[in-house]
């Protein structure tokens, strides 16, 4: 089936995650990231959906749609009128701080795993651009494809910063 997991001592079958989707450390070690995904957008008012990335890669990276409703209603509240797409971009930024050392929900995740950098993208993830299959699950791999250029920006020294242009360009979009 694709999909990793065990069997306890007790004879419980535990799904760990697929195997297509493991995060692959530079260094060769491997990571699940649907846990983290799902407990990100669960906990998120802010972050609609997302997809966590590592391919052998110096760090983790994240492709991530953010809740435009939320986020504008968040600025509004915060009496914010200019450099909106800065302040969503802080906003995106401290929902993923929020499982580092010092957040409400460090230690849920390996910080290794926690991504980096973000790609901020205004297009959600649609069984229409063919990112979601007839069961609403994400095709990871098309996704992947999809924001290719997006992920190969994520990982220049401009592109990992969180305020970068095309991150605030697509903000723009949401919340200006």
């Known amino acids: 089936t694709g999909d990793m997991g065990y069997v306890s001592e007790d004879d419980f079958l535990y799904v ?8 692959i450390a530079s260094d060769g070690e491997k990571y699940s990231p649907e846990g983290m ?27 991530v749609v953010p809740n435009r409703d939320a986020l504008r209603r968040e600025l509004d509240a915060r009496d914010i009128r200019e450099g909106r ?31 980096a950098g973000l790609a901020i993208v205004d297009e959600p993830f649609t069984e229409q651009n063919g990112l979601i299959n007839s069961t609403m699950k ?5 996704v992947e494809e ?9 990982y220049t020294p401009e592109g990992r910063e969180l ?5 605030l360009a697509s903000l723009r979009k949401m919340v200006e």
């Open 16 to 23: 760990l995650g697929r195997f297509k989707s493991l995060l």
């Open 85 to 115: 797409a800065a302040a969503a971009a802080d906003i995106l930024g401290a929902e993923i701080d929020r499982y580092r050392a010092g957040g409400p929900y460090a230690g849920e995740f390996p910080e290794r795993w926690l991504p």
């Open 138 to 142: 994400i095709v990871r791999n098309k």
């Open 146 to 154: 999809y924001f290719r250029d997006r992920i190969d920006y994520l």
């Open 163 to 167: 305020r970068n242009d095309k991150n």
């Open 37 to 63: 995904e799902e407990a990100i957008v669960d906990k998120s008012p802010f972050i609609d959906q997302i997809i966590i990335y590592n391919n052998q890669s110096p760090f983790t990276g994240a492709i």
